[in-house]
């Protein structure tokens, strides 16, 4: 598009966040870039451990949210995108984020080989967890008192009540079933 002094005009992008449908934050990143669409998810890789073996995956770093890099005309398009239920609105408006904090989660990934987001929100006394890695791997136990960024608990099935202070970024909530 020319303006009036013959020079072209370029659409102003910035980085949005989209909200994903459940698990489909790589889908969504993938379906972004086949129309053109300038998206990024960050990933990370874990190794997944059933019984029987072990899968080295890459997952996404902020589970439910993808980043686009667009301009508001292009807004339209990556909402009809399948998987996209919307953006992440800050005052009533699609929230901005910054070029250098994009960068900054880019090159941490690169740097940092065992990274992860943990809402310390969720963990509260009462909670049943598992330990993810190191000496107690997989031990279930109780939470008994979250601080800061680590957890005290009482492990189970050890034929005694240990208590132990672990890292919340090295446990996982247990989910009813």
């Known amino acids: 598009m020319e303006n009036s002094f013959g020079s072209r ?7 949005l966040v989209v909200y994903t449908r459940p698990r489909w934050e790589k889908k969504v990143d993938g379906l972004l870039k086949s129309q053109g669409i300038r998206s990024y998810c960050p990933l990370k890789t874990v190794i997944n451990q059933w019984s029987d073996r072990k899968k080295t995956v890459e997952i996404p770093l902020f589970s439910g949210y993808v980043f686009v890099w667009v301009s508001e005309r292009e807004e339209y398009r990556v909402r009809q995108t399948l998987g996209v239920l919307n953006f992440i609105y800050y005052m009533a408006r699609p929230a901005v984020i910054r070029d250098s904090v994009i960068e900054k989660i880019e090159c941490f990934l ?9 809402d310390a929100k969720e963990i509260s006394p009462g909670d049943r967890v598992r330990i993810k ?22 492990f189970d099935h050890l034929n005694c009540a240990l208590i132990s202070s672990i ?8 989910t009813a079933i």
């Open 167 to 174: 890292a919340i970024s090295n446990i996982a909530l247990q």
């Open 9 to 15: 005009t370029v659409w102003n992008r910035r980085w």
């Open 110 to 118: 690169k740097t940092s080989t065992d990274c992860e987001i943990v």
């Open 133 to 154: 890695s190191g000496v107690f791997f997989n031990q279930e136990g109780t939470v008994i008192k979250a601080r800061g960024k680590s957890v005290l608990m009482v």
